[in-house]
């Protein structure tokens, strides 16, 4: 009995100690171990599901090893591998990744393109009709100013100085000798005058100034040509010309234009300048 | 590494000890594996920071 008591403990004990060599993990299986489980739960290497499997079948090949030759070199050299395998999916995890994020890029990149290049060109087709507007009004613009013009060349002269475009009528068709009343005739032309200036667009500064002959006295003329410059602002306004934009102003027998010894050259210089700042491109003189 | 395992397992053909040379051969070539992994995923690091940096320039223009 006490022999049987020994041998079994001696049996026990033979049993222990061989179990505790077969489940003592190399250092090469313990780290194949722990690089498997990091590889398992590695995020990039879930994009390589095959090489982790390939690092799992190489780990049981170390564990089956280890198990029935532990400590051996064939224990160490698969668990090595095992080690290398569960590296390797991390790896290759990760260059996938990479190209993944390559890929988005590269897509991020293309869509980034194409909406500049629709923002671009839809600007610019905005522009393009923006412009084509411009353009058409300009054109229209410039049309009603030649026929303006061309209005008033029939019934005024017409010139361009520096001081601006300078419409000339004669006193003598506007207004009674010595008065300042206009004449019946002078208010269809005035009129027509008016209507031409408005169709011309924006109407810029205008000065309407009267002049008189040599003939009387100095402060008569003068007197009587702002009485006239004033008759044709007023008529001017009356015809729907902006009244700010307008001024009156008497010059006397200031400026003539023709000498005051002749009967025609006096009958020249009594007249109305209506002078319009900035002048026009169109302005044309027909000698009247 | 890999190129140390292969000079082990040369030595091992070198004495006849194949089995020890074919396990030196399995760890030169898990060696290498993963060399080679390691060197391609610096390359492709390398094009998806190209890629990416691209992307932030094209923003920028964009701005």
């Known amino acids: 009995m006490k022999i ?3 041998a079994l403990v001696t049996s026990f004990f033979a049993v222990s100690l061989g179990g505790c060599a077969a489940t003592t993990p190399t250092p090469e299986l313990i780290g194949a171990r722990q690089a498997y489980d990091q590889a398992r739960t590695d995020k990039n290497a879930a994009l390589v599901p095959d090489s982790v499997l390939s690092a799992k079948q190489s780990l049981d090949k170390a564990e089956s090893m280890h198990a029935d030759h532990p400590q051996s070199d064939e224990d160490r050299s698969f668990s090595y591998v095992a080690l290398r395998r569960s590296e390797l999916s991390m790896a290759l995890g990760a260059n996938a990744k990479a190209k993944q994020d390559e890929s988005t890029s590269a897509a991020n990149y293309g869509n980034l393109q194409n909406t500049l290049r629709t923002d671009a060109v839809e600007k610019l087709g905005a522009a393009r009709g923006a412009l084509a507007v411009s353009e058409t ?3 229209a613009a410039n049309a009603r100013a030649a026929r303006a013009m061309e209005s008033l060349a029939k019934i005024a002269q017409v010139k361009e100085e520096a001081r601006g475009m300078v419409i ?18 002078a208010q269809d032309q005035l009129g027509q005058v008016a209507k031409a200036l408005i169709d011309q667009g924006e109407i810029n500064p205008i000065v309407v100034e009267g002049y008189t002959d040599s003939v009387g006295s100095d402060a008569n003329n003068l007197k009587l040509s702002q009485s006239r410059a004033e008759a044709v602002r007023s008529f001017l306004v009356s015809k729907g010309l902006p009244g700010d934009k307008l001024t ?31 002048g026009s491109a169109n302005a044309v003189s027909n000698g009247k | 590494m890999a190129t140390d395992a292969l000079a082990s ?4 053909i070198d004495d006849n000890d194949n089995d020890r040379a074919r396990l030196l051969l399995n760890q030169a070539q898990a060696d290498a594996d ?28 964009a701005q």
């Open chain 1, 4 to 6: 049987s008591t020994i």
């Open chain 1, 137 to 139: 009004g300009l054109a």
């Open chain 1, 168 to 185: 000339t009528l004669s006193g003598q068709v506007l207004f009674v000798t010595g008065k300042a009343e206009l004449l019946p005739s």
């Open chain 2, 34 to 61: 993963l060399a080679l992994a390691l060197a391609r995923g610096s390359a492709d690091k390398k094009s998806a920071q190209d890629a990416q940096a691209k992307v932030v320039d094209l923003s920028k223009q």
């Open chain 2, 9 to 12: 397992a040369q030595k091992a």
């Open chain 1, 248 to 278: 009156a102003n008497g010059r006397g027998k200031s400026n003539p234009v023709a000498s005051n010894d002749t009967p025609d050259g006096r009958a020249n210089n009594r007249r109305v300048e209506i002078v319009v700042a900035g």
